[in-house]
Protein backbone atom coordinates (compact mmCIF):
# COMPACT_ATOMS: atom_id res chain seq x y z
CA UNK A 1 0.00 0.00 0.00
CA UNK A 2 3.00 2.48 0.83
CA UNK A 3 4.68 1.49 -2.21
CA UNK A 4 1.46 2.37 -4.03
CA UNK A 5 0.97 5.53 -2.47
CA UNK A 6 4.96 6.40 -3.48
CA UNK A 7 4.24 5.64 -6.99
CA UNK A 8 1.25 7.60 -7.44
CA UNK A 9 2.76 10.66 -4.96
CA UNK A 10 5.95 10.81 -7.52
CA UNK A 11 3.37 10.63 -10.39
CA UNK A 12 1.44 13.72 -9.63
CA UNK A 13 4.95 15.14 -8.42
CA UNK A 14 6.74 14.65 -11.78
CA UNK A 15 3.49 16.14 -13.34
CA UNK A 16 3.62 18.95 -11.17
CA UNK A 17 7.28 19.58 -12.28
CA UNK A 18 6.42 19.05 -15.36
CA UNK A 19 3.60 21.34 -15.35
CA UNK A 20 5.34 24.05 -13.50
CA UNK A 21 8.75 24.03 -15.94
CA UNK A 22 6.26 24.96 -19.09
CA UNK A 23 5.00 27.60 -17.19
CA UNK A 24 8.42 28.77 -16.61
CA UNK A 25 9.58 28.44 -20.15
CA UNK A 26 5.57 30.05 -21.06
CA UNK A 27 6.55 33.02 -19.32
CA UNK A 28 9.96 33.64 -20.60
CA UNK A 29 8.71 33.41 -24.28
CA UNK A 30 6.46 36.44 -23.15
CA UNK A 31 8.94 38.39 -21.83
CA UNK A 32 10.64 38.48 -25.27
CA UNK A 33 7.49 39.05 -27.07
CA UNK A 34 6.99 43.10 -25.83
CA UNK A 35 10.23 44.41 -27.14
CA UNK A 36 9.23 43.93 -30.70
CA UNK A 37 5.41 45.44 -30.85
CA UNK A 38 3.73 47.12 -33.11
CA UNK A 39 3.16 50.94 -33.63
CA UNK A 40 0.43 52.53 -34.52
CA UNK A 41 0.92 55.93 -37.02
CA UNK A 42 -0.48 58.49 -38.67
CA UNK A 43 1.45 60.00 -41.66
CA UNK A 44 0.73 63.01 -43.22
CA UNK A 45 1.22 62.73 -47.06
CA UNK A 46 0.17 65.45 -49.53
CA UNK A 47 0.83 65.40 -53.31
CA UNK A 48 4.15 67.39 -54.13
CA UNK A 49 3.57 69.75 -56.49
CA UNK A 50 4.01 73.35 -58.26
CA UNK A 51 0.77 74.44 -56.12
CA UNK A 52 1.16 72.78 -52.84
CA UNK A 53 0.72 75.07 -50.52
CA UNK A 54 3.03 76.26 -47.31
CA UNK A 55 1.30 74.21 -44.41
CA UNK A 56 0.82 71.32 -46.46
CA UNK A 57 4.50 70.70 -47.39
CA UNK A 58 5.55 71.83 -43.92
CA UNK A 59 3.08 68.83 -42.73
CA UNK A 60 4.49 66.62 -44.89
CA UNK A 61 5.90 63.41 -43.77
CA UNK A 62 4.81 64.56 -40.26
CA UNK A 63 3.82 61.56 -37.88
CA UNK A 64 1.49 61.36 -35.11
CA UNK A 65 0.09 58.68 -32.78
CA UNK A 66 0.62 57.48 -28.76
CA UNK A 67 4.79 57.41 -28.95
CA UNK A 68 4.93 60.75 -31.10
CA UNK A 69 5.72 64.06 -29.83
CA UNK A 70 2.08 65.35 -31.16
CA UNK A 71 -0.98 62.83 -30.72
CA UNK A 72 -3.38 63.85 -33.03
CA UNK A 73 -2.98 64.81 -36.66
CA UNK A 74 -4.49 68.27 -37.71
CA UNK A 75 -8.18 68.25 -39.00
CA UNK A 76 -7.86 68.54 -42.66
CA UNK A 77 -7.87 70.31 -45.24
CA UNK A 78 -5.23 72.49 -43.85
CA UNK A 79 -5.95 75.24 -46.45
CA UNK A 80 -7.85 75.65 -49.71
CA UNK A 81 -5.96 73.70 -52.09
CA UNK A 82 -4.70 70.98 -49.51
CA UNK A 83 -4.50 67.71 -51.16
CA UNK A 84 -3.12 66.04 -47.74
CA UNK A 85 -4.16 62.45 -47.04
CA UNK A 86 -4.00 61.00 -43.34
CA UNK A 87 -2.30 57.73 -43.96
CA UNK A 88 -2.42 55.16 -41.07
CA UNK A 89 0.80 53.15 -41.04
CA UNK A 90 1.73 50.39 -38.82
CA UNK A 91 5.90 49.40 -37.66
CA UNK A 92 7.42 47.61 -35.31
CA UNK A 93 9.23 49.23 -32.51
CA UNK A 94 12.16 47.07 -33.90
CA UNK A 95 11.91 49.74 -36.88
CA UNK A 96 12.04 52.49 -34.55
CA UNK A 97 15.08 51.65 -33.02
CA UNK A 98 16.96 50.45 -36.42
CA UNK A 99 15.57 53.95 -37.40
CA UNK A 100 13.80 51.96 -40.34
CA UNK A 101 10.03 52.93 -41.18
CA UNK A 102 7.92 51.22 -43.75
CA UNK A 103 8.89 52.00 -46.94
CA UNK A 104 6.84 54.30 -48.75
CA UNK A 105 6.54 55.73 -52.22
CA UNK A 106 5.60 59.53 -51.37
CA UNK A 107 2.97 61.12 -54.04
CA UNK A 108 3.71 64.12 -56.70
CA UNK A 109 3.08 65.90 -59.46
CA UNK A 110 5.70 63.58 -60.83
CA UNK A 111 4.22 60.27 -60.23
CA UNK A 112 5.76 57.79 -57.18
CA UNK A 113 8.81 58.98 -56.18
CA UNK A 114 11.32 58.22 -53.42
CA UNK A 115 11.30 59.19 -49.87
CA UNK A 116 14.93 60.76 -50.84
CA UNK A 117 13.60 62.77 -53.93
CA UNK A 118 10.45 63.93 -52.45
CA UNK A 119 12.29 65.44 -49.39
CA UNK A 120 14.40 67.34 -51.98
CA UNK A 121 11.88 68.11 -53.74
CA UNK A 122 9.76 69.43 -50.60
CA UNK A 123 13.22 71.22 -49.31
CA UNK A 124 13.24 73.14 -52.65
CA UNK A 125 9.32 74.16 -53.33
CA UNK A 126 9.66 75.42 -49.82
CA UNK A 127 12.85 77.52 -50.30
CA UNK A 128 10.42 78.74 -53.14
CA UNK A 129 7.89 80.17 -50.92
CA UNK A 130 10.21 81.69 -48.71
CA UNK A 131 11.95 83.30 -50.93
CA UNK A 132 10.03 84.47 -53.25
CA UNK A 133 11.71 87.91 -53.36
CA UNK A 134 14.63 86.00 -54.92
CA UNK A 135 15.14 87.38 -59.00
CA UNK A 136 16.71 84.50 -60.62
CA UNK A 137 15.68 80.83 -60.45
CA UNK A 138 19.07 79.70 -61.00
CA UNK A 139 20.33 81.33 -57.73
CA UNK A 140 17.86 79.58 -56.25
CA UNK A 141 18.37 75.68 -57.56
CA UNK A 142 22.08 75.94 -57.04
CA UNK A 143 21.63 76.09 -53.00
CA UNK A 144 20.61 72.63 -53.63
CA UNK A 145 22.13 68.99 -54.87
CA UNK A 146 19.79 68.17 -57.66
CA UNK A 147 22.01 65.93 -58.67
CA UNK A 148 20.90 64.18 -55.76
CA UNK A 149 17.83 64.04 -57.56
CA UNK A 150 17.22 60.37 -59.14
CA UNK A 151 18.39 60.53 -63.00
CA UNK A 152 14.99 59.45 -63.95
CA UNK A 153 13.21 62.68 -62.91
CA UNK A 154 15.74 64.97 -62.36
CA UNK A 155 15.29 67.30 -65.08
CA UNK A 156 11.18 67.45 -64.42
CA UNK A 157 11.80 67.95 -60.75
CA UNK A 158 13.43 70.60 -61.79
CA UNK A 159 11.02 72.14 -64.04
CA UNK A 160 8.49 71.55 -61.47
CA UNK A 161 10.71 73.61 -59.25
CA UNK A 162 10.70 76.66 -62.46
CA UNK A 163 7.05 76.25 -62.62
CA UNK A 164 6.70 76.78 -59.21
CA UNK A 165 9.29 79.90 -59.09
CA UNK A 166 7.18 81.81 -61.80
CA UNK A 167 3.79 80.82 -60.01
CA UNK A 168 5.29 82.63 -56.73
CA UNK A 169 7.08 85.45 -58.51
CA UNK A 170 3.69 86.21 -60.39
CA UNK A 171 1.58 85.50 -56.86
CA UNK A 172 4.05 88.48 -55.38
CA UNK A 173 3.33 90.83 -58.47
CA UNK A 174 -0.27 90.41 -58.30
CA UNK A 175 0.07 91.14 -53.88
CA UNK A 176 2.47 94.37 -54.53
CA UNK A 177 -0.09 95.87 -56.79
ZN1 LIG B 1 -2.67 69.97 -46.53
Not at 135 to 146: G, R
Request: aromatic letters at 10%; glycine letters at 2%; hydrophobic letters at 40%.
Amino acid sequence: MLKLFIAVFSVALLYWLWNKKKQIFYSRNNKVDPFITTIEAIELQTILAWDTPRSCLESHGIRYGKQFKIKNPPKLPHVAGCRCEAIKLFYTSDDVFQGTSPTLTHKSELGDISAKDALLLKNILLKIIDDSESDSFSDLIEQFETNSFSAEIRSKAISLAKHAFAAAKTNNRNNKS
